[in-house]
Structure formats: structure tokens, C-alpha cells
């Protein structure tokens, strides 16, 4: 008896043509049609929040997680996953190189997204508990899997190389307060933030700030983790594409670093030239 072999799914439902069972009839997201239904009415974050969430979004809900889009969307030349796009572009490669780079880079746990489930998995244990934040920002490594991650060195959600708050992240903190709830997590973060980081020394991240917003949108670590990987790369891309126009004579380090020694042959650096 042959076995059968099958995905199992609770997010989504195909309904096979009569004419062709490897082609989908109708499509189902959590039990809504998505072709008869879904992409006709609804916008591309309720959607989002459909899919992870396993539910229709909330009032307010979809246009939380857009503005946090947007505040996400592009983390500039200055982050690292954005720069390790860049020199895949500017190297000329494939997209998807560019696109994992940046993926890979940004998958860390300075600013990056295991960084941000750290801080949604605080969320869960310390919720409004500000002595219960003090200790743990100082020691968020209790429950790190060592064979994975290296212990945290810096406290989850803030910035060890800044001694100010961005005006950035100042700005967007103001905008998303005004979106989530009254009693969440943004507003807490908002009330208590200057008390937070006289406590750690050093200032609020991008990577705190977007772990608040999807606590307030009901992610856990995995699902945040996911959504803050997925929603920083259209940035990545852009910067790729660019650097790859531009070419390499105008990104640092490769031109001013390359030389010719009298044989014709590469060299990085003037002294070897000399020599």
C-alpha cells in the first residue's frame, strides 16, 4: 500500500481544479477566500496580521503595523545588514544574494532581529514591571540557547554605541504612541523611557522600539522576529540596486585600496606597492 504523504496547515486551504489537481481552484488564509474575498477588500497589513495572527486584525491594528513599516522600511547605510546588501550589489551579484546578506546580517542580536525577540520575550516575562526591567536588562542571557547565541553584551533594545536618542526613533515613538493602545506597550516604553536608560547608560534602539510595537500587535518572539526580518529589507534592496549603478570605483574601501605594483599584479595597500 502506497503511503500518502501530506502538509499539514492551519493557515491555509487549497481547493483543487476539477481539470487539474495540481492547480488551485480557490484559496483560503485562515478560512477567508483570498482571491474571491481577501484581496479584494482588504489592505496588505491586515492581510499580514490575517496570516501571522490567525485572526482579522483589530481597530487600529493594521495601520500600527504600516506606520511601523514605514519607520523600519529602509534602516540606512549606517545599519549593517543594509551595508552587507551594498556590497553585494556593489559586487555585482545575484538579488537574492543581496537580499540573504542582508537577512543573514540582520539576523543578529546587535539591532538586528534576534536582538528584537530577546526584547519581545522580556515583554512577556516583566510586562509594566520596572524593577523587574532594571534587573533583567542588565542580565537578559539567563535563558539564551549558548549553542546558538553568544551571551548578550549589551542591554536588548538599546543602543551600546549612542549617547543620545535619535531624533528618528524620538519621532517615531510620538507617531506610534498615537496608533497603539493606551495601556500598552508604547505607551509604557514612552513613559518610562528616559528612566530606562539613565538605568542601562545608553539610549533607546530602533530594535526596542519596534519590539514595543509588536507586542502592542500580539507577536510573540518568533512572529516579531519574522516580521522585523521580512519588513527591513525593501531599504536593503534599494541600496543594492544603487550600488550596483554606481559601481565599485565609488564605494569605499575597494578603490582607494586597490593598487598596481610594478608586475601588473593587485596589491591592497600603498606600502606593498612601495615594496
Known amino acids: 500500500m502506497a503511503t500518502e504523504y501530506q502538509y499539514h496547515s492551519n493557515i491555509w486551504l487549497e481547493e483543487p481544479e476539477a481539470e487539474n ?9 485562515r478560512g477567508y477566500d483570498v482571491y474571491g474575498e481577501v484581496v479584494r477588500k482588504a489592505g496588505w497589513f491586515e492581510y499580514l496580521l490575517l496570516m501571522f495572527k490567525g ?3 483589530g481597530t487600529g491594528e493594521p495601520e500600527l503595523l504600516e506606520k511601523l513599516a514605514l519607520v523600519i522600511a529602509n534602516p540606512g547605510p549606517r545599519e549593517a545588514s543594509v551595508r552587507a546588501a551594498m556590497n553585494a550589489g556593489v559586487a555585482g551579484t545575484n538579488h537574492s544574494s543581496a537580499l540573504m546578506a542582508a537577512l543573514a546580517v540582520g539576523a543578529g542580536q546587535y539591532g538586528g532581529s534576534q536582538e528584537l525577540s530577546v526584547c519581545i520575550g522580556l515583554w512577556q516575562e516583566c510586562s509594566f514591571d520596572f524593577d523587574r526591567w ?3 536588562l ?10 546558538i547565541w553568544l551571551p548578550m553584551e549589551h542591554a536588548p533594545g538599546f ?3 549612542g549617547d543620545v536618542t535619535p531624533t528618528p526613533i524620538l519621532q517615531s515613538l510620538d507617531l ?9 506597550a508604547l505607551a509604557w516604553l514612552k513613559a518610562n523611557r528616559q528612566a530606562l536608560e539613565q538605568h542601562v547608560g545608553y539610549p533607546l534602539a530602533m530594535s526596542g522600539l519596534a519590539a514595543a510595537a509588536l507586542v502592542d500587535l500580539g507577536m510573540d518572539p518568533d512572529q516579531g522576529s519574522m516580521l522585523y526580518l521580512m519588513l527591513r529589507l525593501p531599504g536593503a534592496a ?6 550596483k549603478q554606481m559601481g565599485w570605483k565609488k564605494f569605499p574601501y575597494y578603490g582607494p585600496a586597490i593598487e598596481l605594483d610594478e608586475s601588473g599584479s593587485n596589491t591592497d595597500s600603498p606600502e606593498a606597492t612601495r615594496k
Request: hydrophobic content about 35%; charged content about 25%; aromatic content about 4%.
Open 176 to 184: 506610534l504612541v498615537g496608533l497603539a493602545p493606551a495601556n500598552g
Open 159 to 161: 543602543d551600546p554605541n
Open 238 to 243: 534599494a541600496h543594492a540596486l544603487e550600488q
Open 138 to 147: 542588565l542580565n537578559p542571557s539567563d535563558d539564551e540557547r549558548a549553542d
Open 55 to 57: 485572526e482579522r486584525p
Open 21 to 29: 489537481p495540481f492547480a488551485a481552484r480557490a484559496c483560503y488564509c
Open 134 to 136: 532594571c534587573a533583567r
